[in-house]
C-alpha cells in the first residue's frame, strides 16, 4: 500500500512538472476537496487490503469491480454524462463477471463442505 501510494506520488508529480508547467497555487476549497479525496482513497485502500487478506479473495475482486459500473451510473446521474453502447456492454461483462464468480465461489465452499 505505500509503495503504491509513492509510485502514484512520484509519477503524479512528474506528470504535472511535465504536462502542466510545475505546480500551481490552490486556494482553500481545493486543498480541502483534494485533502478528502486523499483521506478516503487512504482508508478505502486499507479496506481494500483487510479484505484480500481476511476475505474471499475472488468475492473480494468482483466487488470491486463493481466500482467501475458504480462511477459510470454516477457521472450519467450527477454530471450528465452520455453513455456509449461499447460502455454499457462492458458494464455488464462486469456485472455478470462479478455474478458467476460469486456463485462459483459458493458452490465451491459447498462442495468442501
Same mark, same amino acid.
Given at each position: 500500500?505505500? =509503495? ?10 512528474? #506528470?504535472? &512538472?511535465?504536462? !502542466? #508547467? #510545475?505546480?500551481? =497555487? ?12 486523499? *483521506?478516503t482513497?487512504?482508508? +478505502?485502500? *486499507?479496506?481494500?487490503?483487510? +479484505? =484480500? +487478506? =481476511? ?9 470491486q ?6 462511477? !459510470? $451510473? $454516477?457521472s450519467v446521474? *450527477?454530471?450528465? !454524462? ?8 462492458? &458494464?455488464?461483462? $462486469? ?5 458467476? +464468480?460469486? $456463485?462459483?465461489t459458493?458452490?465451491a ?5
Amino acid at each position: 500500500m505505500f =509503495y503504491f501510494s509513492l509510485v502514484g506520488t512520484v509519477w503524479g508529480l512528474a #506528470g504535472c &512538472m511535465l504536462f !502542466e #508547467g #510545475g505546480l500551481k =497555487y490552490h486556494d482553500m476549497g481545493t486543498l480541502l476537496g483534494m485533502l478528502g479525496v486523499g *483521506v478516503t482513497a487512504v482508508i +478505502a485502500q *486499507v479496506c481494500m487490503t483487510r +479484505a =484480500y +487478506a =481476511y476475505g474471499n479473495m475472488l468475492l473480494t475482486a468482483s466487488f470491486q469491480f463493481a466500482t467501475i459500473p458504480i462511477a !459510470e $451510473i $454516477i457521472s450519467v446521474l *450527477v454530471f450528465k !454524462e452520455s453513455l456509449p453502447v461499447s460502455a454499457l456492454l462492458g &458494464m455488464a461483462l $462486469i456485472l455478470i463477471a462479478g455474478i458467476v +464468480a460469486t $456463485i462459483l465461489t459458493k458452490l465451491a465452499q459447498k462442495k468442501k463442505a
